[in-house]
């Protein structure tokens, strides 16, 4: 099932923004893995610290964010150490990214074709005309109706589906290990959304290409990902095979997420809601980040913050009480 | 393309309303003057049956809006009066001054884009740190120079102390009556070296620094500023994450991606600034006596000529309206969201 | 922009805010100094009458002439007046002359933007349209023919500068205008029963105002520079007076000669300018919230 060797392994990632009300622990010992061909569903709640973390995989933070902390290993060397370079090389090449709003992502000014060929050239050092033809190759694996015709088109002549699409094919257009995809389907309604994880899947599927899957939707993790990590306040509090944590999650933050998501079959007429809001990242509680929000939560929960244990192979859990959560 | 034909025409017709109007606002301005147009033209010691005569000959004994139309008609027709100073016809006057003008705005303009551009462009990359508080402090303070009086000092220091450049005018006397530069088109310096004037050329080259340095000044500063805050605004776009993202080299985002999206606006305040430098001409040329339209306007309105002084604030609102034009038209050519 | 809400409850949020960028600019040490530059300006501009060592008018033509010296620091002019005293009184002539242009040109221009803007159709193209004539107008030679027309004086070359500029605040204030017109809170007061005037005045207004006080600041300076413009050539202030630009003038015939008499008025002509300049940069930069500065860790 899985290897032994993960493709990427993130130890204990702190991150920190300087702004101007204050410090904000933005990240607070993020840690996982992924393996070679799965797909990783990081998923929380709008500010839980998702994307930071992509953007720290790829070292693409702002101007005011530090890394203060932790290790990002691919394939066991640690990206923290390398040089901007030597990043660059990476990007696009290694480890794609794709964004949220393809419509503000792709640059407006110049045609699809000549965004994608330019990262061809880049990563492949090959001429135009060979990047064209592995161009017009990258449209046609995303299923682009048109792909001569995608190719001479300027961003805003693309519908959303097909905009998402050309960042797709030149995310994929070097054959990267890995593949973030942030909230791809945020900006373009469902049946397009469908489409596009399906085509997704099956290129992964043919490509051999990992993918991190970031979202706040639990439904799509539930259909696209093999692992997920589960994302509250800028750590990850549970972890583990999709199925098995769908199933019988354990952290009272997931079970609260899995809750709140309305099934046909509950007859509880108000919906179920997690009390409460996401901490103040500047001033942060003490003890568990969870806490003020926990229905369970006890004295230590308020002092120390949990650590993460294997509670079953390749099943980690953040939470004091993870013991009588299994067994609720 | 079709629909680019209509908006340049809609355009034109703007500017032509636009135009009408200044027109007529120049026009009513010089006749309710206090002075007396006849009396001026006649001269001083002149004799109330001259006055009367001429009055007559100008046609200023007619209804105000009889004299507009005249006007206007004549406008139309190229006739655009006589000066009264000098007593040619304003368009000749025009024709003879105005290259001396645009060379030196142009100069200028150059200048100013040449260090003004490529400052706010490394300023808005590096922002926030020391380069580009430099930067900004440079573009702040160079608009606040008086442009009469920095091209006094350059006076003062290039010419009187070091003796480098000469003091004014467009050419030394002697190369002018050694040399003549052939007229082409009025720009001594494309003229020179179109007609192999070699001697000609760097003397009008050297004449033409000290006025086109006092002129930049402040069209650096301006150019600086609004190119920061332009390449600002783009590199904070999406597009430009995911270009890194991409592996794209940092330079290639600041000068392909970034900077072609950044021209668009630029090249609006590159018009402004150009407009600007048409009124800053003025006080240059009347320091350093460039015999351009400026200090001839200068000399008509200390004259009452209202013949020029209506000329001129026509012409000089034309060529900023044309330019303006120009600058949308490219605009709309370099931007594909505005294909209309 | 940050808005500067007016309405009930807001007027602690609106405190805070106005605190905020209080102390936003007094940090930034360029903005610091350029208001402690100004200080000394308006100073030297009041009590001038006290603290200039010699009259401002008056001849002395034994001392014609002079190069700076610790009697005259600045040299004296044609007629033996210290040129360190007109300054000082010319400071007076300038500030007034700047601020004069400014107010007047954002009376007339900022309420025609936000009509413009709010009430749209025929109006508004009216309006702009005689905005855009007067701004291809080069506003330099259409100011001169004004002031030529009124008779030079500085009064008049204030009025006629005014009426080149107010065209400015008009396409500020109408582009403000135009992007406020959509939010929700003009169509709540509507459906209140605000009159259009009142949702004028009591909400569009105050909301423009961040954009135009930064560019009325910034204009301070660039109003000095045109006055003192007019006035060396000649259509502005007359002598006696000690205004500075007319003063430049004035030592223009003999800069080879005496070179302080144009020099040190032109000096601060540009301190000042940039004074306000600076002034206004940093204005802008505390007013807008995303330019703010990042506070280290």
């Known amino acids: 099932m899985v290897d032994t060797n993960p493709l990427l392994t993130i130890e204990d990632l702190k991150m920190h923004f300087d702004t101007y009300d204050g410090v904000v622990e933005a990240l607070d010992g993020v840690t996982f893995e992924m393996y070679e061909g799965e797909t990783f569903g990081l998923v929380g709640e709008t500010g839980c610290g998702k994307t930071v973390t992509a953007l720290s995989i790829l070292k693409l933070l702002p101007e005011n964010g530090r890394i203060i902390g932790g290790k990002i290993l691919l394939r066991g060397e640690n990206l923290l150490e390398k040089s901007e370079d030597e990043m660059r090389r990476l990007r696009g090449e290694k480890i794609s990214m794709i964004f949220q709003d ?50 001479k088109s300027y961003p805003h002549e693309l519908s959303g589906g097909m905009q998402q699409r050309v960042m797709i094919a030149m995310a994929l257009s070097s054959n990267p290990d890995l593949l973030i995809a942030d909230e791809p389907t945020s900006s373009v309604d469902v049946t397009i959304q469908a489409q596009i994880l399906k085509r997704l899947h099956e290129i992964k599927n043919q490509r051999s290409v990992a993918v991190l899957l970031i979202t706040h939707n639990m439904g799509i993790v539930a259909e696209t990902c093999d692992r997920v990590g589960v994302m509250y306040a800028g750590s990850v509090v549970e972890r583990g095979f999709v199925r098995k944590i769908l199933k019988k999650p354990y952290h009272p933050y997931t079970k609260g997420l899995l809750a709140a998501i309305p099934k046909p079959e509950t007859r509880r007429k108000r919906l179920f809601v997690i009390k409460g809001f996401i901490p103040d990242l500047i001033n942060r509680p003490p003890g568990c980040s969870f806490h003020p929000r926990c229905p369970y939560a006890k004295g230590i929960c308020r002092e120390k913050k949990p650590i993460t244990e294997e509670v079953e192979p390749d099943r980690y859990v953040a939470c004091h009480f993870v013991g009588e959560m299994m067994a609720t | 393309m079709g629909s680019l034909k209509r908006y340049v025409v809609k355009r034109l017709l703007q500017t032509l309303v636009i135009l009408i109007g200044i027109s007529a606002i120049t026009f009513f301005l010089s006749r309710v003057a206090p002075s007396d147009p006849a009396a001026l033209w006649v001269g001083l010691h002149a004799r109330a049956e001259q006055i009367e005569k001429a009055r007559k000959e100008l046609g200023l004994d007619k209804p105000l809006h009889i004299q507009y139309l005249i006007y206007m008609r004549d406008l139309i027709g190229g006739r655009w009066g006589t000066s009264y100073r000098t007593r040619r016809p304003v368009i000749e006057d025009i024709i003879n001054y105005l290259p001396a003008s645009m060379e030196l705005a142009i100069a200028g303009q150059i200048i100013a884009s040449l260090v003004g551009i490529p400052l706010g462009v490394i300023a808005a990359s590096k922002k926030d740190k020391k380069i580009d508080h430099a930067s900004r402090l440079f573009g702040i303070l160079t608009v606040s120079i008086p442009s009469f009086w920095i091209a006094l000092m350059l006076q003062i220091f290039f010419s009187r102390t070091l003796g480098l450049l000469p003091l004014e005018g467009r050419l030394s006397s002697n190369v002018a009556r050694m040399n003549p530069i052939e007229r082409v088109t009025g720009f001594y310096l494309v003229d020179s070296l179109l007609t192999g004037n070699f001697v000609a050329f760097p003397d009008a080259l050297l004449h033409i620094i000290l006025p086109a340095l006092a002129l930049a000044s402040y069209s650096m ?16 776009e999406k597009y430009i994450v995911t270009a890194r993202a991409f592996g794209i080299p940092e330079n290639t985002i600041k000068f392909r991606y970034a900077l072609k999206n950044a021209i668009i606006p630029t090249l609006t305040v590159l018009g402004i600034v150009f407009g600007w430098s048409l009124t800053g001409v003025f006080l240059v040329e009347v320091v350093f006596n460039w015999p351009g339209l400026g200090t001839y306007t200068w000399r008509a309105i200390l004259a009452v000529d209202y013949p020029v002084i209506v000329a001129v604030s026509i012409i000089a609102a034309l060529i900023i309206v044309i330019i303006n034009l120009i600058l949308d038209l490219t605009q709309v050519y370099l931007d594909p969201r505005v294909r209309l | 922009m940050t808005t500067l809400f007016k309405g009930s409850g807001e007027k602690e949020a609106r405190f805070r805010e106005i605190r905020l960028i209080m102390y ?44 700076p010296s610790l009697e005259h620091p600045f040299g004296t002019d044609y007629l033996g007046r210290d040129i360190l005293s007109r300054v000082m009184f010319g400071a007076r002539l300038s500030l007034l002359a700047g601020v004069a242009i400014v107010v007047i040109s954002v009376a007339i221009g900022w309420p025609l933007g936000v009509i413009a803007g709010y009430r749209g159709g025929i109006i508004e193209d009216v309006i702009m349209r005689i905005t855009d004539m007067f701004l291809a107008f080069p506003s330099l030679v259409l100011a001169l023919v004004i002031a030529f027309l009124l008779g030079p004086s500085l009064i008049n070359s204030m009025i006629a500068i005014s009426v080149t500029w107010w065209p400015w605040y008009t396409r500020l204030a109408r582009a403000d205008t135009a992007s406020l017109k959509q939010r929700a809170f003009v169509e709540a007061s509507r459906a209140v029963g605000l009159s259009d005037l009142g949702i004028m005045f009591r909400h569009i207004l105050p909301n423009t105002v961040a954009p135009i006080i930064v560019q009325a600041t910034m204009d301070l300076g660039t109003a000095i520079l045109a006055e003192a413009g007019l006035s060396f050539l000649g259509l502005g202030a007359q002598a006696p007076e000690p205004e500075w630009g007319l003063m430049i003038s004035g030592g223009r015939s003999v800069i080879l000669s005496a070179w302080w008499y144009a020099t040190f008025p032109g000096i601060f002509i540009f301190i000042t300018a940039a004074a306000f300049n600076l002034l206004g940069d940093g204005l802008r930069e505390a007013l807008d919230p995303r330019l703010r500065r990042i506070r280290g860790a």
Not at chain 1, 113 to 124: D, F, K, N, Y
Not at chain 1, 137 to 148: C, Q
Request: neutral net charge; charged residues 20%; glycine residues 4%.
């Open chain 2, 221 to 236: 500063g301006l150019s600086l500023r609004m190119t920061r805050s332009t390449m600002i605004e783009v590199l904070r």
């Open chain 1, 102 to 151: 393809p419509s503000v992502s792709l640059n407006p000014v110049f045609t699809a074709g000549e965004q994608i060929t330019r990262v061809i050239m880049i990563h492949q050092h090959v001429d135009k005309s060979e990047a064209e033809g592995r161009a017009i190759e990258a449209f046609k694996l995303v299923a682009l109706p048109e792909p001569e015709k995608t190719l």
């Open chain 3, 24 to 67: 936003q600019i007094t940090r930034n040490p360029l903005t610091l100094t350029s208001l402690i530059i100004l200080g000394a300006v308006v100073f030297m501009a009041i009590f001038a009458p006290w603290i200039s060592p010699y009259p401002v008018y008056g001849y002395n033509l034994e001392e014609k002439y002079e190069p």
